[in-house]
């Protein structure tokens, strides 16, 4: 008996020992093996992550470089408002060489105006509330038929993106001539859009003037309003 007693302690105290050294020893090494395993893989995330980042800037910065000549172009298209001494001297120079005389009458400056704006509009009309829009319809009712006459003119004003330069000039010269010029400004390096034009015959006393002298075949007197858009 004493033999299976030992033989049963022995068993008992090995047990024993293999949970204490399973619940000390293997549960926290494979817990450890396990938290290290997901540090690893999402540290290999994060490098496999930084890569493709790092490809797609690359990418970038080969795009900015095959088209940065162009968007330089497309910089360009644009006048100063602040400093408009370069659009001036593009305007002179055209003149000289299309043979006309020039002058500049005025040069105004006007915002960009469309859907920021109206966008800013409807968000402060949706704050203003129900009471304000009640009162707001009962005196568009009473002010009747001219209200929506001017209500229809400001909705098909024409929206403007960018903020432009409006210029009117004052060009003197042969009509050949004039054609070259305004088909010069059409085809130059600004955003120009053409506004109205005025032209006017000259009288011969008018043309035989001293300041049209170096004019070759100055007959008649051009005022050309256009918009030159700015940065």
Known sequence: MIPIKKNYLSIAVFGIISTLFAVFVVFPLFKEIKAISQNLFLKKNKIVYLSEERENLQKIENLYKTYQSDLERIENLFVDPEVPIEF?????????????????????RAAARGGDEQSSATTRAAARGGDEQSSATTRAAARGGDEQSSA?????????????????LLVTGSFS???????????????????DLNTRRLAEKDIQVKELENIPGADTTNVLSIKVFAK
């Open 152 to 168: 229809t003119t400001k909705k098909t004003e024409k929206e403007e993106p960018w903020q432009s330069l409006s210029v009117q």
């Open 88 to 108: 001036i001297g593009f305007l002179e120079k055209t003149a000289v060489s299309s043979q006309i005389k020039l002058e500049i009458s005025s040069m105004t």
């Open 177 to 195: 001539n004039f054609s070259k010029f305004l088909h010069k400004l059409e085809n130059g390096p600004y955003l120009i859009e053409v506004v």
